[in-house]
């Protein structure tokens, strides 16, 4: 998966309604991490594919399409595995595409203080 530019979003930052829109997605995205990693922790895939979906649908509408992507990418495959009894270790490497990509937004928030 290409990594986009951090700095970049579907929406304008330079629009206040837009901005206050990615602010707030950034603001709430250090825990969604979080919880996907407790969710990894636990080998938990519905609370994982629970997640991202949540990913897949708000992301863009919040700016950011890629995280949405990645996260209906992540959903998919963990459907399969549910239905192929596999196990999360299947898709880790999905996972950390999703999480490196959310932290690159993370670490490059603008409104970060």
């Given at each position: 998966m290409s990594v986009p530019d951090p700095n970049t979003f579907?929406?304008?930052?330079?629009d206040p309604e837009d901005a206050e829109l990615i602010e707030y997605f950034l603001g709430e995205l250090p825990e969604k991490v979080d919880?996907?990693?407790?969710?990894?922790?636990?080998?938990?895939?519905e609370s994982l594919q629970?997640?991202?979906?949540?990913?897949k649908g708000a992301a863009p509408g919040f700016g950011f399409p890629a995280i949405g992507t990645a996260?209906?990418?992540?959903?998919?495959?963990?459907?399969?595995l549910g239905e192929s009894g596999?196990?999360?270790a299947n898709v880790r490497a999905q996972i950390e595409g999703l999480t490196s990509l959310c932290q690159s937004y993370i670490s490059s928030?603008?409104?970060q203080k």
């Open positions: 579907s929406l304008d930052i330079n919880f996907i990693n407790a969710a990894v922790d636990r080998a938990d895939l629970r997640i991202a979906h949540q990913l996260a209906k990418e992540l959903e998919g495959s963990i459907r399969e596999d196990d999360i928030n603008p409104f």
